[in-house]
């Protein structure tokens, strides 16, 4: 079967820090009031992605990995990776603070728990006023100086609050303590990983009435305790062209904000691309097929597909490849 654009039922989290957002402003089929977030692509062991369009319905990621690797993937994708998707897609609804929180460098991840390290980025679709995220520290902290405010629990007094507004975007490297505020919905490209340590949770309890874990003694050699400006993405926003965002080893994120149709070349990409529509909608056609994508909703074209045609009026991309 030919590799027309490809979408996939999207994977629903229920998260304590969760809301509404994802139904109400991103049409999500979520039953409950505290899903925090929608996977929209994964290979990630238990939740592995399935077709939801065209010929090949209920089809896995997986076993399109394992059976047309090269095609779907990329050459070099492979090589690299073997038969694992590299990235993991997600929407995510923040109705309260989530935790602070950092994820382990590649290696620290491998020697650890036998993964990929976690570098990740975010893309602001909705902010409710005022909102903010925490990205780093708000000055040089050396490692005694965090142990301490753990202890004492006054974390809080040594982060970085950012005030957000939509089209803001931030690059987290590993290593960069965190936290997604409250009223902020986002779209976030992360490596393939779920290694996360949390070190700070406000204090709240489960719907069972117990405390989340933290994972202090973890945390404490994986922080990046410098204070760096580097988290927020300052691309260009031309309109009917490809603006780059993000370049780095795990992923390329471009921004396209469409008023005509845009044809690509893709013949020399040796790497499968995902478009993320974070407004408007579109029309979106390679060599096989065409399929239609509206505000909220992703999907993948093959690294096989010789071009890509996006025909709209509107639309706001995110276009993410290897």
Partial sequence: MNLYPLQFTPILKERL????????????????????????LSGVKGDISVVSNGELYGTSLQ???????????????????????????????????LSIQLHPNDALAKERHDSFGKTEMWYIMDA???????????KEVEKEEYV??????????????????EGDTFFINTGKIHAIG???????????SDITYRVFDFNRKDKEGNLRELHTELAIDAIDYEKKDDFKVNYPHEMDTVNSMVDCPYFRTNFLELTQPLHQDLSKRDSFTIYMCVGGEAKITNDWGTTNIEKGQTLLISASSTYV??????????????
């Fill in 128 to 138: 409710d006023p005022g909102a903010q995220l925490i990205v780093g520290f708000n």
């Fill in 309 to 322: 045609d996006v025909d709209t009026n509107g639309a706001k991309l995110l276009e993410v490849s290897i």
């Fill in 63 to 97: 076993e399109l990995m394992d059976e047309r690797g090269e095609e779907l993937l990329g050459k070099s994708v492979v090589e690299r990776f073997g038969s694992e998707f590299p990235i993991l897609i997600k929407f995510i609804d923040a109705k309260q603070d």
């Fill in 182 to 192: 409250a009223g902020v919905l986002l779209a976030e490209i992360q490596q393939t």
């Fill in 17 to 40: 820090w969760g809301g509404t957002k994802l139904k109400d402003v991103l049409g999500k089929p979520i039953e409950s009031d505290i899903t925090g977030e929608s996977w929209e």
């Fill in 148 to 165: 301490k405010s753990i202890e004492a629990g006054t974390l809080t007094n040594l982060m970085n609050y950012e005030e957000v507004t």
